[in-house]
């Protein structure tokens, strides 16, 4: 469903992705998933956007963030807002949602196929409105959850949906082994 000559544009919607990926038990590769899409098509700009705890002093996201900025993504970023719910449970509220459809729309007319990792049906809408744009739209994220991670209507809406499970053996970080020492006998005294 790629054309080598076409010009791509990757939305990713990282908490989503994360989340995806993490129902199917493995990490995101950014290097190996944005040279897989380099050689899918002419690939002008992979954006990633995230919500930041500002206040705290370290950040587990930090770290990937830095790696995404200094290597060829585009990172859109906002603080999250922190509140404490009615059950008296700490929440963090961070949605992207404008800040990709606005960039989409921005980009459109200098696309051809955009890559929207996500599940979230709030984007069919934004699909929808870049087809009319001429803009063929993927839509990266699983139904191979329980339950799956892509609503009906965003799956439906797609131009190509492509199952992120399938993705795995390309983009997947491989799985490291538990580190072990080896005790092994001195072998001069075997000969």
């Known amino acids: 469903m790629f054309y080598r000559d076409e010009r791509l544009a990757l939305f990713i919607d990282g908490s989503n992705l994360y989340a995806a990926a993490k129902s199917l038990g493995?990490?995101?590769?950014?290097?190996?998933?944005?040279?897989?899409?380099?050689?899918?098509?002419?690939?002008?700009?992979?954006?990633?956007?995230t919500a930041l705890l500002e206040n705290d002093e370290y950040s587990p996201i930090r770290p990937l963030v830095d790696w995404l900025n200094y290597n060829g993504f585009t990172m859109v970023t906002k603080p999250a807002k922190e509140y404490t719910d009615s059950m008296g449970r700490r929440k963090v509220k961070g949605n992207m949602d404008i800040e990709l459809a606005?960039?989409?729309?921005?980009?459109?007319p200098y696309v051809d196929h955009v890559v929207l990792f996500s599940g979230d049906g709030d984007f069919r809408p934004l699909v929808e409105a870049l087809q009319r744009k001429g803009v063929r739209v993927s839509v990266v994220s699983t139904i191979r959850s329980q339950p799956p991670m892509i609503s009906d209507e965003l799956r439906r809406q797609a131009d190509n949906f492509i199952e992120l499970d399938e993705l795995r053996d390309?983009?997947?970080?491989?799985?490291?082994?538990?580190?072990?020492?080896?005790?092994?006998?001195?072998?001069?005294?075997?000969?």
Request: aromatic share 12%.
């Open 102 to 108: 606005v960039d989409a729309m921005e980009l459109a």
């Open 170 to 191: 390309v983009v997947g970080r491989p799985v490291r082994e538990p580190r072990t020492e080896m005790v092994s006998e001195d072998a001069s005294e075997e000969t």
């Open 26 to 49: 493995f990490d995101i590769d950014y290097k190996l998933l944005r040279q897989e899409f380099m050689r899918r098509g002419k690939m002008l700009r992979a954006f990633y956007y």
